[in-house]
């Protein structure tokens, strides 16, 4: 059973680059079939997905945030990285990272998420 | 901008059957958009119920079903329990690696 952490600073100022990054733990991010997502949740309000990432370096991102957004992968530390640029208070939230399985096509694993506060 | 729609809130009493649903904005929802269901309790991680519309994930309970009614994904939930008292999100497959929340419905048990 694959397991994710999430870390990075909780406390980002305006206009700066949120950064965060998703250890796996149980498995490895070098998985053919699986994308390596980051989605985000304001206090009391529902999920958005931010943008995945697979080993190859196929990206897709929620197209109201792609201007703003990064993700990699980095094999040898067995984690990827989520980067939101020009952050404002609407970027607080908590982050989770999660994967997608392509073979059932939903996200079957979870981390237990990070708040960050845009402050 | 695709918009997935959900009811923000329903109630169920305990025991009852109810159908919660997951539409688009524009247009149809079919087993083609791979329509996954997640419960979230407070300050915790969602955790899947459903997938590619009607499987169950792992250790759901069999009172969770999932189906396409019509233009919609449904989530059904049977025999509705105290702990089913959730937020209940789905998830639509758009392609090109673009997924889309719904809003999410918040489901009162009582």
């Known amino acids: 059973q694959v397991q994710l952490q999430e870390s990075g600073p909780g406390l980002v100022k305006p206009s700066q680059t949120l950064s965060l990054t998703c250890t796996v733990a149980?498995?490895?991010?070098?998985?053919?079939?699986?994308?390596w997502s980051w989605i985000r949740q304001p206090a009391g309000k529902g999920l958005e997905w931010i943008g995945r990432?697979?080993?190859?370096?196929?990206?897709s991102y929620n197209p109201s945030l792609k201007s703003r957004v990064t993700t990699s992968v980095d094999t040898s530390k067995n984690h990827f990285s989520l980067k939101v640029n020009s952050v404002t208070a609407a970027d607080t939230a908590v982050y989770y990272c999660?994967?997608?399985?392509?073979?059932?096509?939903?996200?079957?694993?979870w981390g237990q998420g990070t708040l960050v506060t845009v402050s | 901008q695709t918009v997935v729609t959900q009811e923000p809130s329903f109630s169920v009493s305990p025991g009852g059957t109810v159908t919660l649903t997951c539409g688009l904005r524009s247009g149809s929802v079919s087993t083609g958009y791979y329509p996954s269901w997640y419960q979230q309790t407070p300050g915790q991680a969602p955790r899947t119920l459903i997938y590619?519309?009607?499987t169950r994930s792992s250790g759901v309970p069999d009172r969770f079903s999932g189906s396409i009614l019509g233009s919609q994904a449904a989530l059904t939930i049977t025999g509705a329990q105290a702990d089913d008292e959730s937020h209940y999100y789905c998830v639509l497959y758009m392609g090109s690696g673009i997924v889309v929340f719904g809003g999410g419905t918040k489901l009162t048990v009582l």
């Open positions: 590619s519309t009607n």
């Open positions: 149980g498995g490895s991010v070098i998985s053919g079939s699986d994308y």
């Open positions: 999660a994967r997608w399985s392509f073979k059932t096509a939903n996200f079957d694993s």
């Open positions: 990432i697979h080993t190859s370096g196929d990206t």
